[in-house]
Nanobody, 123 residues
Framework: VQLQASGGGLVQAGGSLRLSCAAS????????MGWFRQAPGKEREFVAT????????YYADSVKGRFTISRDNAKNTVYLQMSSLKPEDTGVYYC?????????????????WGQGTQVTVSS
């Protein structure tokens, strides 16, 4: 069972990126999914989460209004559209699958993590 995050890169402040998280090995269509990030020298932090049906989404205050999480269960893929990027958005972004169907911001609720993709926002 693997989660593969992709789409990271170097972008100027104000720019946009779309991250993808593709699952292989089994379907995650019945799991809540989340994105977290870790900046150099900092703890991993919650970014966004989505329930299994996409009926519920939650965001960290720092990204609300700029990031959008979505999913395509037919493709077993979760996305994070990031706009109006800021230098403080720089970090390694991880996708994760929750144990339950529901959207959750608590990292202890997740038991399957991808390898991360680097996002660097230059000023």
């Amino acid at each position: 069972v693997q989660l593969q995050a992709s789409g990271g890169g170097l972008v100027q402040a104000g720019g946009s990126l779309r991250l993808s998280c593709a699952a292989s090995g089994r379907t995650f269509s019945m799991n809540g999914m989340g994105w977290f990030r870790q900046a150099p020298g900092k703890e991993r932090e919650f970014v966004a989460t989505i329930s299994w049906s996409a009926g519920s989404t939650y965001y960290a205050d720092s990204v609300k209004g700029r990031f959008t999480i979505s999913r395509d269960n037919a493709k077993n893929t979760v996305y994070l559209q990031m706009s109006s990027l800021k230098p403080e958005d720089t970090g390694v972004y991880y996708c994760a699958a929750a144990r339950s169907r529901w959207a959750t911001a608590r990292d202890k609720d997740y038991d399957n993590w991808g390898q991360g993709t680097q996002v660097t926002v230059s000023s």
